[in-house]
C-alpha cells in the first residue's frame, strides 16, 4: 500500500495549507485515512481520520480550523488547514490499516512562521 503526501510548505501565522494524500481507493472506501503530524523532539500526534463511511473526527485542538475530505474518486484524501499556527509547525503524515497493518505515506513538512 502506498501513500503519497504533498502540499506542505510555509505559511504565515494565520493562513492556510491544503494538504492531499494519494492511495488506494478500495482501502480508503473501505479503512478510512488519518492525518498525524510530528514536530522534532515531540511525539507523533493524530490530527484527523476520515472512515471509510465519511465520518469525520478531529482532534481538539484542530476542531473548527482544519476539515478532512475526500475526492468522489476516492483516491485523494485532503486535509484543509485554516487559522494555522507557528506550534502546528511539523511533517505531516497520512496513514492507514490495511489487515491489520498500517502503512504510512513519506510526510509532507508543514511551517508555520509567526
Known amino acids: 500500500v502506498q501513500l503519497q503526501a504533498s502540499g506542505g510548505g510555509l505559511a504565515q501565522a494565520g493562513g492556510s495549507l491544503r494538504l492531499s494524500c494519494e492511495g488506494p481507493r478500495n482501502i480508503f472506501g473501505i479503512n478510512g485515512m488519518s492525518w498525524y503530524r510530528q514536530a522534532p523532539g515531540n511525539q507523533r500526534e493524530w490530527v484527523a481520520t476520515i472512515t471509510g463511511g465519511g465520518i469525520r473526527r478531529y482532534a481538539d485542538s484542530v476542531k473548527g480550523r482544519f476539515t478532512i475530505s475526500r475526492d468522489n474518486a476516492g483516491n485523494l484524501v485532503y486535509l484543509e488547514m485554516n487559522s494555522l499556527k507557528p506550534e502546528e509547525t511539523a511533517v505531516y503524515l497520512c496513514?492507514?490499516?490495511?489487515?491489520?497493518?498500517?502503512?504510512w505515506g513519506q510526510g509532507t513538512q508543514v511551517t508555520v512562521s509567526s
Open positions: 496513514s492507514t490499516t490495511w489487515h491489520d497493518t498500517t502503512y
